[in-house]
């Protein structure tokens, strides 16, 4: 036990320094590229902090183990809707762009209705597999699309050269994995000593390793000042959670669905519809909002220990 929880700390260690480079690299190259920092945050920053989902999901239903693949996934989003996103916002009140509100968050609520409308019957065929790919595709295109659109406070330009920057960016990204990968290995090897069902590892240490880039990389861009990829990482993440992962994972490997509770579903759902109505208000997530969303992280986390008791 002692042994699993010095890596534990290694791999959170890591996972800092990784995010601390991500995000410097990701703003270096969104000032060069003259490209909004939201899309760079949806785009390849929340591709990247997605690999350790990506990774474990993929790996798990390789295996069998369909119910941690898909409760990573959906503890995931929840993760970086109510913990990452609040705590963002606690460290600083995240300035949401018009932009974001009328496209990105809409889509990242459409992808939660789409997950739980193909899982509702506990199976995930090739064919819905597909099918959110297809939303997938969409999704890039639109966002792709808007590249240019650039309607967000502009930081002081970092004077990186380019190759600085894709070092940085690169060398976030082999930290963020090789330090969630050693955290999540770690911690799942305690959660199995504890006799806790592969759902709810999925749903809590999994979820909660896999996300520990977005949750690294968000507050590291919050308190830099660089709210577009702050938020974008948040949303891109949970997109990229849902109809990516899962599109890939299901047309290799279709799943049947156990341990998901209609209640995990509603958390999912209702935790990014109410990030759309905090940041709609304002176009501000405040500090008092940001606790809200902890409070019912924590509300829903209880849940879940409860049901290990």
């Known amino acids: ?64 183990t369909s119910d941690l693949a ?49 899982i509702f019957d506990g199976h995930l065929s090739r064919l819905n597999a597909a099918l959110i790919l297809l939303f997938f595709i969409i999704f890039m295109t639109v966002t792709l699309y808007g590249a240019k659109d650039a309607d967000e406070p502009q930081t002081a330009p970092k004077g990186y050269t380019i190759a600085k920057s894709v070092f940085l960016l690169l060398a976030g990204l082999l930290f963020l994995v090789v330090g969630s990968n ?50 974008g990482n948040v949303l891109g993440s949970n997109v990229f959670n849902i109809l990516f992962i899962l599109s890939i994972t299901g047309l290799v490997c279709p799943m049947t669905i156990t341990g998901i509770t209609p209640i995990d579903m509603a958390v999912l759902l209702g935790s990014v519809v109410l990030l759309w109505m905090f940041s709609a208000s304002r176009l501000k997530i405040e500090r008092w909002e940001a606790f809200i969303l902890l409070a019912i992280f924590v509300a829903y986390m209880s849940h879940l220990i409860a049901k290990t008791v």
């Open 1 to 64: 036990m002692l042994y699993d929880l010095i890596f534990i700390i290694l791999g959170i260690y890591i996972v800092l320094r990784g995010a601390d480079f991500l995000t410097d690299g990701a703003v270096a190259i969104a000032e060069r590229a003259h490209v909004s920092q939201v899309v760079i945050g949806l785009t390849i920053v929340a591709m990247g902090t997605s690999m350790p989902e990506f990774c474990v999901s993929f790996m798990s239903a390789l295996k069998g």
């Open 70 to 118: 898909v409760g990573n996934v959906i503890g995931s989003n929840i993760f970086n809707t109510l913990l990452i996103a609040g705590c963002a916002a606690a460290i600083a009140p995240i300035t949401i762009s018009p932009v974001t509100i009328r496209r990105d968050v809409p889509f990242s609520i459409l992808a939660s209705v789409v997950l739980i409308l193909l």
């Open 182 to 231: 050693v955290f999540v290995d770690h911690a799942v090897n305690v959660a199995h000593r504890l006799h806790v069902s592969d759902a709810v590892i999925g749903l809590t240490v999994v979820a909660g390793g896999t996300s520990l880039p977005e949750l690294a990389t968000t507050i590291v861009a919050a308190r830099k000042g660089n709210s577009g990829i702050a938020i």
